[in-house]
């Protein structure tokens, strides 16, 4: 059947099988970039599998209706209802602690996000896991006058409660009667910062919260009859928005459950797709030395085809078939080990996310990685092929002084062409074409960045003065000379070190906000739900309990938008900056003058007494809702509707942690309407700790009705969700770093034969192997120390893009932990080098000046 294939092909397959050797770190680099993407985009589609299938035990029911501050109107409900079946839960936050077993105690109290349910009917779909067992109707019913709740196990480590203990929530006690496993509508709900309870309506209700101005949302999920598809489902939500065009609810449906928290995810597997891409990338360079390595190794077998007659076409062919075929079993290889990572990976991730997950096959997913695999192959495999293709039977026979020569043209224009299929490749796969082409750009820049570096390290080699050292004059000489290490190993380094350093400025940069938390910088509480009436009192509270603490507070009331320019908010298709500013609820406010921490960029701040009513917006979400000064945008509160003239926009400091908001409204916009007000307090203590336990307590005693939101825990909480994602970030950043490493080897075995060559003419000069060790590592050094200083510079800018624009926070220079990164990686080459060398050197001149 062989002899059938075109010789080309039969002499590359017999050529492989009699000698296949110098392939490994090829088929690595490869494969381990091909498993990495194909692996993260099955992950990524299992997980949007597990929304999709089970959206409607996520959501609750086929459709969800979420209301701020009110609960359905009477007529709402009644249409709702017959149309199918309604559960009703109520969600806000609160404070609450161990109920005194003796007059003296003073229980600590904590935050909890309180989820209120229709125990008769709750859970809807799927099953509430506790422990014990129990249903909702019995862990949750009155008894005596003291209400059932089910508790978070945070919130018994944080209370140092059990299964038993009473519980205080306002005028109400509670009894904790199971500890909560699981709720299958966790994601619906959205996340907080308290741990989570469930409680009943009628338990709610008694502790005495629910009055006007109360920040509290309302979701009625609907489940409909005959398990209707996702088309009638949409039909009835449009039926629905007609009905009621001014309810102001933020409808969510069964397959589209969490629209942020689906962007959010698609962007994360976006990202870590596009560092296993880099891993791919960086492998390249090990591609190309391979590819070079196999030109060499080959040298003598091309060149007897071509004094035999082959034409040099033919030689390249042979040579691209080799190529081509070991990279299709990388490809295999990495695309078996891509599809069983959702498999291996489901449960693990099922776990960390608590929601559902389908593992399976995805072709498509399988179809990239194995694209990307082959693109990479053709960009870094062309070039060194097509010098080959050049070489004269002479200078294959003779030596490699000719071998340096560039590529033809046409080898440069085939791998140009690979390269543009690559970027839109990646172009179109992507769903952030933005990102996409950010990644692009910094990956070329990078490339074209460490290949001047390098020739501006070669050039500088031959240019500077000789050193005296004969040993460090002989580590120059390898830098400038022809067929340097110095490319190749510059990019090698340059790609490892500027990943390691961005990865650990931006986790500084996480952590950082925890120590300003406590530095007095930042506020370290906000107080919500304070009522309306008593914002005097709080403030009096405040000033005596920590003199000298810096005092903030504003109305806040929450909203939703359900208008731009007079086009309804469902109907608008806005860019990603905007997209979450439709997406529920807001925080909104009004106020007489411009809030701290913000700067008017354009037009002005009302007036007093001026006739309204206006709007102040964050500049960027204005400007992505195609919004500018004079146009009106409608919002929805307390089921009103109204529309407000933007007056000024405003660039807002969100690093600050002070009370913003993305609205800021005149105060005429809500006269009369309810509200409670949100206190922030700053200071700087010597026992900061002890204080807040104090304030807390005290604010729990004297205002029951505030919650008070600990700063920095908020902020441990985002650190922990953080370093949940920079493990992925790392693992994948890892999976780079790995090739990149690779590519190094590939680079210093690559260029063992003129090595060889050296070492065998200095030994028989008399130069010992303790010598010759001590060049190569000062030119490793050398090379290690460019890249590194070119690297330092590439991953600061690197993390501060990441910190400063995508995650809008300070950014934190880490001088300690860049040259610590810096240095190790340094080492690592010269180990690196000195084993790549130390066969070489360990080679006695004889048998080889006999083979010269």
Known sequence: MIDRLPISVRFALRDLLGDSKGFGIFIACIVIGVAAISGVNGLSRALSQ?????????????????????????????????????????????????????????????????????????????????????????????????????????????????????LVIGAARFEIRAVLRAEPDKLSGGLGFGSRALVSLAGLEATGFIQPGTILRYIARVALPDGPSDEEVARFVDTANAAFPRAGWDIRKRDAVSPQFTRNLERFSQLLTLV?????????????????????????????????????????????????????????????????????????????????????????????????????????SLGPLGRAHEIPVAALLRGEAESARQSPLRYRLAAAAAML???????????????????????????????????????????????????????????????????????????????????????????SELERSGSGEIPRFYFIDVPQEEAGNFDSFLKQEVPGGRIDHVPMMRGRIVAVKGARAETLHVGEDAAWALDGDRGITFSAEPPQGSKIEEGAWWKPGEKGPFVSLEGRVARGLGLALGDEITVNVLGREITARIANLRRVDWRSYGINFVMVF?????????????????????????????????????FPMAASIRVKDALEAV??????????????????????????????????????????VLKTLGATRPWLTAAYVMEFALLGSVACLFALVAGAGAAYGVVALLMKSSFVFLPGTMLATALAALIVTMLLGIAGTWRVLAKKPGPELRNL
């Open 50 to 166: 597990g929304l999709a299938r089970e959206g409607r035990v996520i959501l609750g029911g086929d459709v969800s209706f979420n209301l701020a501050q009110r609960e359905l109107e009477p007529d709402e409900k009644a249409w709702l209802a017959k149309r199918g079946r309604i559960d009703e839960i109520a969600l806000m936050r609160a404070m609450t602690s161990l109920e005194k077993a003796a007059p003296a105690e003073d229980p600590a109290p904590a935050l909890v996000e309180l989820k209120a349910v229709d125990p008769s009917i709750y859970p809807s779909f799927g099953s509430l896991e506790t422990e014990p067992a129990m249903s909702a109707v019995e862990a949750l019913r009155e008894r005596g006058g003291v209400f059932g709740i089910i508790a978070d196990p945070m919130l018994l480590a944080r209370l140092d409660a059990k299964t038993g203990d009473r």
């Open 276 to 380: 296993a891409l880099t891993a791919l990338v960086a492998g390249g360079a090990g591609v190309a030395n391979a590819v070079q390595g196999l030109i060499e190794r080959k040298r003598a077998a091309f060149a007897i085809l071509k004094a035999l007659g082959a034409p040099a076409s033919r030689v390249f062919s042979i040579a691209l078939t080799e190529v081509l075929f070991m990279a299709a079993l990388a490809i295999l290889g990495g695309l078996a080990i891509g599809a069983a990572i959702p498999f291996a990976g489901a449960e693990a991730l099922r776990r960390a996310v608590e929601l559902p997950v389908v593992a399976e096959a995805d072709p498509g997913a399988l179809g990239v990685g194995a694209l990307y695999g082959l693109l990479v192959t053709l960009v870094f």
């Open 421 to 511: 299929m690559l970027v839109a490749t990646v172009l179109f796969s992507s769903a952030d074409k933005k990102l996409a082409g950010m990644f692009i750009a910094c990956v070329l820049a990078a490339f074209l960045l460490l290949r001047g570096v390098a020739a501006l390290a070669m050039r500088a080699a031959r240019s500077l003065p000789r050193a005296r050292d004969a040993r460090l004059r002989l580590a120059q000489s390898n830098i400038g000379r022809p067929g340097s290490l110095a490319p190749a190993l510059i990019l090698s380094i340059g790609v490892t070190v500027t990943l390691l350093v961005a990865l650990a400025l931006v986790e500084g940069a996480i952590h």
């Open 666 to 702: 005149s105060p005429d916009a809500f006269a009369g309407a309810p509200y409670s007000e949100m206190f922030t307090i700053a200071y700087d203590a010597p026992e900061p700790e002890r204080i807040d336990g104090k304030l807390a307590r005290d604010v729990a005693k004297r």
């Open 719 to 760: 650190d922990k969700i953080a370093g949940q994602l920079a493990l992925a970030a790392r693992a994948a950043a890892g999976v780079a770093i790995v090739t990149a490493l690779l590519a190094l080897g590939s680079a210093i075995a690559a260029g063992q034969r003129a090595r060889r060559h050296d070492a065998v």
